[in-house]
């Protein structure tokens, strides 16, 4: 008789201290959003006391008046919808477009220009923001909103993502077979490259998306009109040179960061299986 295999003992189980940990994580995550919200609907002395105030006001609806008030707010929220959506999908394909070109496409100087796309993710962004500026000048782009997008609409990070992703998912063979039926090399990218790494552009472009969204820099510098105004910079208009209305301010900023947590609450999941996906092929 065959002697029975010793049992391992909670193989298979996720054990308490785990769930705890989690829901740790899950409070110190959470916890900034409910603390904004929190003061979000009090005033500013009742935000600063001490012991602070952890029991939710009943302010925000006032605050949130005041908001819409000092600043066109949503007009803002509407330009930071247009620009960070402009941006993330501009991203998504155009740097798939590039990173299928670095690795797939044979041309002088290709593995050259790759390193010095790379190389630019070494220098600092404050550095292109002067000679960034006189381009917009010089085009007359100054106080517009695609001053904010068409810088954005490509990155090197974003090229060397999807570089690395179709170099680990899409054999060479497959190109060639697609070519020697006679498929044009936009064919083979755009209905046999792009549908096997749409997943992974769909998280670079949620991360464009995010990125465009909380800007602040770029968008303080090149706009000067409240109607152009993206969510950030309305945020900073709520507040005076002298002293800052907290409640105000956070109210701002909760209207500003809703968008954000409604997108994750939609494609958080979408997002994280894109990531993985790039992660378990090579």
Same mark, same amino acid.
């Given at each position: 008789?065959?002697? !029975?295999?010793?049992?391992?003992?909670?193989?298979?189980?996720?054990?308490? +201290?785990?769930?705890?940990?989690?829901?740790?994580?899950?409070?110190?995550?959470?916890?900034?959003?409910?603390?904004? *919200?929190?003061?979000?609907?009090?005033?500013?002395?009742?935000?600063?006391?001490?012991?602070? !105030?952890?029991v939710p006001g009943g302010n925000f609806l006032h605050l949130l008046?005041?908001?819409?008030?000092?600043?066109?707010?949503?007009?803002?929220?509407?330009?930071?919808?247009?620009?960070?959506?402009?941006?993330?999908?501009? /991203?998504? #394909?155009?740097?798939?477009?590039?990173? *299928?070109?670095?690795?797939?496409?044979?041309?002088?100087?290709?593995?050259?220009?790759?390193?010095?796309?790379?190389?630019?993710?070494?220098?600092?962004?404050?550095?292109?923001?002067?000679?960034?500026?006189?381009?917009?000048?010089?085009?007359?782009?100054?106080?517009?909103?695609?001053?904010?997008?068409?810088?954005?609409?490509?990155?090197? *990070?974003?090229?060397f993502w999807m570089r690395q992703h179709i170099t680990a998912t899409?054999? $060479?063979?497959?190109?060639?077979?697609?070519?020697?039926?006679?498929?044009?090399?936009? /064919?083979?990218? +755009?209905?046999?490259?792009?549908?096997?790494?749409?997943?992974?552009?769909?998280?670079?472009?949620?991360?464009?998306?995010?990125?465009?969204?909380? $800007?602040?820099? +770029?968008?303080?510098?090149?706009?000067?009109?409240?109607?152009?105004?993206?969510a950030q910079i309305a945020i900073k208009a709520l507040q005076n040179?002298?002293? #800052?209305?907290?409640?105000?301010?956070?109210?701002?900023?909760?209207?500003?960061? !809703?968008?954000?947590?409604?997108?994750?609450?939609?494609?958080?999941?979408?997002? #994280?299986?894109?990531?993985?996906?790039? !992660?378990?092929?090579?």
């Open positions: 008789m065959t002697a !029975a295999a010793p049992r391992v003992r909670g193989h298979g189980r996720v054990r308490w +201290w785990t769930y705890a940990l989690l829901a740790a994580a899950a409070v110190v995550c959470l916890f900034p959003l409910y603390w904004m *919200f929190v003061v979000a609907t009090n005033d500013t002395a009742t935000a600063t006391r001490m012991p602070p !105030a952890v008046g005041l908001v819409l008030d000092t600043v066109p707010f949503v007009r803002a929220l509407l330009n930071s919808l247009f620009v960070a959506a402009a941006i993330g999908a501009g /991203q998504a #394909v155009l740097c798939a477009v590039a990173g *299928f070109a670095f690795a797939k496409l044979s041309f002088p100087g290709r593995n050259t220009l790759f390193l010095v796309v790379v190389l630019t993710m070494t220098v600092p962004t404050q550095l292109a923001v002067i000679p960034q500026y006189m381009i917009m000048s010089w085009l007359g782009w100054v106080d517009t909103l695609q001053a904010l997008v068409v810088p954005g609409l490509a990155s090197a *990070f974003g090229i899409i054999d $060479d063979e497959l190109v060639q077979a697609a070519t020697i039926d006679g498929a044009s090399t936009w /064919q083979v990218f +755009w209905r046999v490259a792009f549908p096997i790494v749409r997943p992974a552009a769909l998280v670079l472009g949620l991360f464009g998306f995010v990125t465009a969204w909380n $800007d602040f820099l +770029w968008p303080f510098i090149v706009l000067k009109t409240p109607e152009r105004y993206t040179s002298y002293d #800052v209305d907290l409640g105000l301010a956070m109210s701002g900023s909760f209207l500003a960061t !809703a968008p954000l947590v409604v997108l994750f609450v939609l494609v958080g999941r979408r997002m #994280v299986a894109g990531i993985l996906d790039g !992660a378990f092929k090579g």
